[in-house]
């Protein structure tokens, strides 16, 4: 333990979120599809490598006519293959496509034993400490397993984390 030098070691641990992902946004009008080919439309988008999101949302399109508008979040490299099938599943004549930038929040799945049996919960830090909830597939997969509506065992889990 020598006087004259100081024997300690601080540490700091730090996550860094660094900047916001790049990414591009497409978005369309149609007026011109039923909702079972805009769903299936959605759907498959939702399962193409490279996309992000995909959703529609309710719009008045020219000469007053509804429509939907389409958002859809990809990742820029894979922007044209998504472009083509954007056209091809909704017969759109057009679409804006904007770069962005979208920035997110650590998260991580955990298991935890629970009232239910093992379950799987999403967690998310922050600087206030985050928060965990479970991951909603397996809260309903567990569910029907048990004859319960997702709410019901959600009510389940609610009342253990009171007790």
Request: negative net charge.
């Given at each position: 333990d020598?006087e004259d030098?100081?024997?300690?070691?601080?540490v700091?641990?730090?996550?860094?979120?660094?900047?916001g992902?790049?990414?591009?946004?497409i978005?369309c009008?149609?007026?011109d599809?039923?909702?079972?080919?805009l769903g299936?439309?959605l759907?498959?988008?939702?399962?193409?490598?490279g996309?992000i999101?995909?959703f529609?949302?309710?719009?008045l399109?020219?000469?007053?006519?509804?429509a939907?508008?389409v958002?859809?979040?990809?990742?820029?490299?894979r922007l044209?293959?998504?472009?083509?099938l954007?056209?091809r599943?909704?017969?759109?004549l057009?679409?804006?496509?904007?770069?962005?930038?979208r920035?997110?929040?650590p998260?991580r799945?955990?298991y935890?034993?629970t009232?239910?049996?093992?379950?799987?919960?999403?967690?998310?830090?922050?600087?206030?400490?985050?928060?965990?909830?479970?991951?909603?597939?397996?809260?309903?997969?567990r569910?029907?397993?048990?004859g319960?509506?997702?709410?019901?065992?959600a009510m389940?889990?609610a009342?253990?984390?009171?007790?």
């Open positions: 020598p030098v100081p024997n300690f070691l601080r700091w641990v730090e996550r860094h979120c660094g900047e992902e790049q990414l591009s946004e978005r009008l149609v007026d599809l039923s909702g079972e080919i299936d439309a759907e498959q988008l939702h399962a193409t490598e996309v999101e995909a529609a949302q309710a719009a399109a020219k000469k007053g006519r509804p939907f508008e958002v859809v979040l990809v990742e820029s490299p044209a293959a998504i472009q083509s954007v056209f599943l909704l017969g759109t057009g679409m804006r496509v904007a770069a962005c930038s920035v997110r929040r998260r799945i955990s935890r034993d009232v239910l049996g093992e379950l799987a919960f999403k967690e998310r830090e922050d600087e206030h400490g985050g928060s965990r909830k479970p991951e909603f597939e397996a809260l309903r997969t569910a029907a397993e048990l319960l509506t997702p709410p019901e065992a389940l889990l009342a253990e984390d009171r007790d």
